[in-house]
């Protein structure tokens, strides 16, 4: 089975940028407009209803960026976590308006917790328990709404953890969303496996991929071949899973060059 048709993140303005390129072929497009605590905490309705006019006649799926700002899914506090709740709670709201079946949440793992597992040894557990309480009532939401959640690498060195927590969890709204970039930093500045082990650790659990590329020393979003990801290997990764993920172009800046950036892709024979 192909790989799936390469969507994009965007934000408002892209839409109008991209929007022959992304309609025409219907491809999937992940809105990131949602994830910052004023825009979440405040009145979405208005942008939800400008989305939805510039949305008619788009087919390709859809996802959004649910907030993450200070949001730690394994927070050991049940009174934070309730705040976090709420959070998540109110982006599956702007989800379903949206006509969105995926949403992706943060994951909490950090090198810190690597170095730490067994100095502090209770700590992983109670982090797994942590997460299971917060994303609770929250599966069971996205369930009703059809969206599923896909749990982001972020600071996380192990591959398993997330993996871990997923299944874990056993929730069928509950995957892992996998970050080329953030995987190569960890890889370039922490040691982490590379790339393709995060990928083949993930296995079926994986829905969703953010293709940017980085130079291994920050978390950069250039674009697929602009950093030092190897996209040949990436690619063949992604084939052999027996899942066929979600896949978005997530770059910082000139959005404009995104159809370019997938011709290129498409000239290796990696991407359509």
């Not at 929007?19 to 992940?30: M, Q, S, V």
């Not at 970039?181 to 990928?199: C, K, Q, S, T, W």
């Not at 899942?243 to 910082?252: G, S």
Request: charged share 25%; with cysteine; proline share 7%.
């Amino acid at each position: 089975m192909p790989l799936p048709l390469l969507g994009t993140a965007i934000r408002r303005p892209d839409l109008d940028t991209l929007r022959d390129w992304i309609f025409d072929a219907g491809r999937a497009i992940e809105i990131q407009d949602f994830v910052m605590p004023e825009v979440i905490a405040g009145d979405t309705s208005e942008l939800v209803a400008d989305y939805r006019t510039a949305l008619e006649g788009h087919e390709g799926p859809r996802g959004i960026h649910g907030p993450f700002f200070g949001l730690d899914l394994a927070n050991p506090d049940a009174e934070i976590r309730a705040v976090i709740q709420r959070r998540l709670l109110k982006g599956l709201e702007i989800a379903e308006a949206l006509g969105a079946t995926h949403m992706v949440v943060h994951s909490p793992f950090t090198y810190w917790h690597v170095l730490n597992r067994d100095n502090y040894a209770a700590l992983h557990g109670q982090m797994l328990d942590a997460i299971a309480a917060c994303l609770a009532p929250v599966l069971t939401r996205a369930d009703a709404v059809g969206c599923t959640l896909m749990l982001e690498n972020i600071d996380d060195t192990d591959p398993a953890h997330r993996i871990e927590a997923i299944r874990r969890i056993g929730h069928p709204r509950l995957k892992a969303s996998l970050d080329t970039g953030h995987a190569e930093l960890a890889h370039g500045r922490y040691n982490a496996p590379p790339v393709v082990d995060f990928i083949a650790r993930a296995g079926d659990a994986l829905g969703h991929v953010h293709l940017q590329d980085a130079d291994g020393h920050a978390d950069r979003h250039w674009h697929p071949g602009e950093g030092r990801v190897p996209w040949a290997a990436v690619f063949t990764a992604l084939d052999r899973l027996p899942a066929r993920p979600r896949l978005i172009l997530e770059v910082r800046d000139r959005p404009e060059r995104l159809p370019e950036t997938v011709r290129r892709l498409e000239a290796l024979g990696l991407a359509c």
